[in-house]
Every structure is written in C-alpha cells, then in structure tokens.
C-alpha cells in the first residue's frame, strides 16, 4: 500500500530557490548533496534535477546569496561547494516566514467550514 509520500510532487514554481536556501542554512554542500538532502528531507516527494538544481544555484549565486568554493567530495573528486552568505541567510529567514504565512493563509481557505 503506498502512502502520500510515495509519489513524486511537481515543486511550485520558486519553491527550489526556498529549499536550496534552507538546506544549505544547514550545512555547505556541493549541487548533489543539495538534490540528495531535499529528497531525503521530502522523503522523495521532490525529485531535483540537475537541470533545474544548477540554474538555480547559479542564480543564487548571482544575486550574492550563495558563495561556491571547491571542497572535495566523498569519493575523493574536487566539486564545488555552495554556502550561504549572510545575505543569503537573512533571505532564508525571510522567505521562510513568507511561507509560513503562505501556507497558513492556504490551508484556512482550504479547510473553511
């Protein structure tokens, strides 16, 4: 029997800027890591492709929000490693709260009684 978690959902368009900032709050990580942390934090309901995932960091990077520097990974390869700046930081602090209030203002006119 699946659940709801067993299906892959369609991210809303600048959702993945959001969960790029939040899951590098956390740690750096070069791109893969990235893709790999939302998943598993999402338990596979959002599937990151490198085609929509390196946009994104580039642009983020572009707007001073993430900084890349090289890092090697677990297999011994030299890759490049996003953190956030302190810009960035107080973006994803923003934007958090910006979704909070989001998501509350949609689950009450969803579930008015």
């Known amino acids: 029997m699946k659940n709801d978690m067993d299906e892959s959902v369609d ?3 600048g959702t993945l800027d959001l969960l790029v900032l939040r899951i590098l709050g956390e ?14 934090l999402s338990r596979n309901a959002f599937r990151v492709e490198q085609g929509s995932l390196y946009p994104a960091l580039y642009r983020l990077e572009r707007d001073g929000l ?17 953190e956030l700046t302190r810009a960035g930081e107080r973006k994803a602090e923003a934007e958090l709260a910006s979704w909070d209030r989001f998501v509350q ?8 009684e």
Request: aromatic residues 8%; positive net charge; without cysteine.
């Open 105 to 112: 203002a949609v689950h009450r006119v969803v579930r008015a």
């Open 11 to 13: 991210l809303r368009p």
């Open 27 to 40: 740690e750096p990580l070069h791109g893969y890591g990235v893709a790999r942390r939302i998943e598993s």
């Open 66 to 82: 993430v900084r890349p520097t090289w890092g090697t990974s677990d297999t011994g390869r030299r890759v490049k490693v996003f």
